[in-house]
Each structure stands twice: as structure tokens, then as C-alpha cells.
């Protein structure tokens, strides 16, 4: 008697479990975590690519790609700063990318890392001539080459200068 009940028990419980699970697995929901790192903090757009990377892989297995763009000002041409967002491929091969501002993944139905910028950064006026794409790191970074480079710009985050960057940053994007 006890054997059938507890098989049941089992059961149910890894049923339960499984089901719990399976959210975590969308990568859609887990891009949407706003628990992660940086996530609709303005400024941490490399903490968040960086947690995030690492947060597909753990719970979708998901690689994905830091994009890392160069802006340009559409009126006056000059350089409004750099911003790193995430490309990843689901599990139907639809590509989808998303950012530390943008609260749920944007589809982008091109294979052209410029056009997955301009589906990501929404920005009335911004075209493909106003964004330089400067790297695209596979994520999570595991190249001796990405991860150093990485942790230089995570230095950056405990300076003075960032602050100032980031102010300058946040006057230059409310002019356009």
C-alpha cells in the first residue's frame, strides 16, 4: 500500500516541479526578469547584457550576443555615447533582442546586427547612419580578450567620470 501511494506522491511532486520550471525557461520571460542586474536602471545597459548572457544560458540555454553600438546624434551628428544590448535565438530560431531599457525582448525579423539596433533602441529619427556597431561579444563571455575587456568598462562604473558621462549622456539623449 505504501508503495503506490508514495510512487504517486513522487509523482505529482516532480510533475509540480517540472511545471513550476517551465517559465523560467522562456527566454522571453527571463529577458522580462526585472530581478536582473541593471534591468530599467538608465546607465547599466553592460551590467544588465553581462547578467543577462549569463541568466539565458543558466535557465533557457541560451547563447546569446552583446551588441555594443556607437549613437550619433540624427541633428547634429555627434557622438551621443555607446550602449551594449543582447541578441539571442529562441528556441524556434526567431531572433529577439533587448536592452537594460526596454522591459519585455523586441523580435527582429532581420539577420543584420544594425537592424536588430534600430528594432531595439525605438528611437524616433535615430537611422542606421546614426548607430556604429562596435563589437558583438558571444555571451556568456568566455574569451580571454571579451572578459577583459568587460571588466575595464565594470571599473569604469565606480568612477567619477561615469557619473559625469551619464548625466552628459542623459541631457544629450533629451535633446533629439
Not at 516541479?17 to 527566454?27: K, Q, S, T
Not at 544590448?85 to 543584420?112: H, I
Not at 528611437?123 to 561579444?137: C, H
Request: contains cysteine; aromatic residues 12%; charged residues 20%.
Amino acid at each position: 500500500m505504501r508503495g503506490p501511494l508514495l510512487s504517486a506522491l513522487l509523482f505529482l511532486s516532480f510533475a509540480t516541479f517540472e511545471a513550476g520550471a517551465l517559465p523560467l525557461r522562456d527566454p522571453r520571460l527571463v529577458a522580462s526578469d526585472p530581478r536582473i542586474t541593471g534591468k530599467m536602471t538608465f546607465g547599466y545597459c553592460l551590467p544588465y547584457a553581462i547578467a543577462l548572457g549569463d541568466v539565458l544560458w543558466h535557465r533557457s540555454g541560451i547563447y546569446s550576443q552583446g551588441i555594443t553600438v556607437a549613437l550619433y546624434n540624427p541633428r547634429t551628428h555627434q557622438r551621443l555615447g555607446a550602449h551594449i544590448f543582447v541578441s539571442y535565438l529562441d528556441g524556434q530560431g526567431q531572433r529577439w533582442v533587448v536592452d537594460n531599457n526596454r522591459l519585455q525582448p523586441t523580435r527582429a525579423f532581420s539577420d543584420e546586427p544594425l537592424n536588430w539596433a534600430l528594432a531595439v533602441l525605438h528611437r524616433p529619427g535615430m537611422r542606421a547612419s546614426d548607430i556604429r556597431i562596435l563589437f558583438i561579444t558571444p555571451l556568456p563571455a568566455s574569451k580571454p580578450k571579451d572578459k577583459a575587456r568587460f571588466a575595464k568598462w565594470m571599473a569604469w562604473y565606480n568612477t567619477p567620470a561615469y557619473k559625469k558621462t551619464i548625466a552628459r549622456e542623459q541631457h544629450d539623449q533629451q535633446q533629439f
